[in-house]
């Protein structure tokens, strides 16, 4: 006989001092669980799946590198996943730097993404190549986003 009582949610065996326990009463009670708490686990409705929770945990990559003054450099990354676009610019200076006395203006930051990208910087599946002008683009423009000795850090997103 099984129990004389069930919970009132899950309908489990609930005995009461002259009920006697069976092994088929147990089994029972375990496959209703085990069906409640797979359904319950599976319901992407109420639970995110692996991939989503990555995405969450880890939406953009942080990287660094040393300009070394070529006029391309490609930097290499392992972010863990595709990046979609980012930004990049030097630590020791300013996005932009005007020098009126030479007529000049060295740009040091840049957006960029898998469609396209500001003029300088190529975003590839685990790299971006990066341009240090020799000469003015548009008139007094240079793109220095690989100048020797200038730290730069990039900021890659999901």
């Known amino acids: 006989m099984s129990s004389t009582n069930k919970t ?15 092994r088929t009463d147990f089994v029972s009670d375990n496959a209703i669980i085990d069906t409640v708490v797979g359904e319950h686990n599976d319901n992407t ?16 990559y942080i990287g ?4 070394t003054g070529q006029s391309t450099n490609t930097v290499t990354f ?15 200076t300013y996005a932009s730097v005007n020098d009126y006395n030479n007529k000049a ?9 898998e469609k396209g990208s500001m003029d300088g910087v190529t975003l590839g599946e685990n790299s971006i190549t990066v341009t240090q002008s020799t000469i003015s683009i548009l008139g007094t423009e ?8 200038e730290t730069y850090v990039f900021i890659l997103f999901r």
Request: hydrophobic residues 35%.
């Open 8 to 22: 009132p949610h899950l309908r489990l065996n609930s005995w009461i001092g002259g009920d006697v326990p069976k």
């Open 45 to 60: 409705q109420i639970h995110i799946s692996q991939s989503e929770r990555e995405k969450w945990n880890a939406p953009y």
């Open 64 to 67: 660094k590198y040393m300009g």
């Open 78 to 92: 392992d972010a863990g996943f595709k990046p979609k676009w980012g930004i990049l610019f030097s630590v020791g």
């Open 105 to 113: 203006d060295y740009n040091y930051f840049a957006v960029f993404s």
């Open 142 to 149: 240079y793109k220095s986003f690989n100048e020797n000795g």
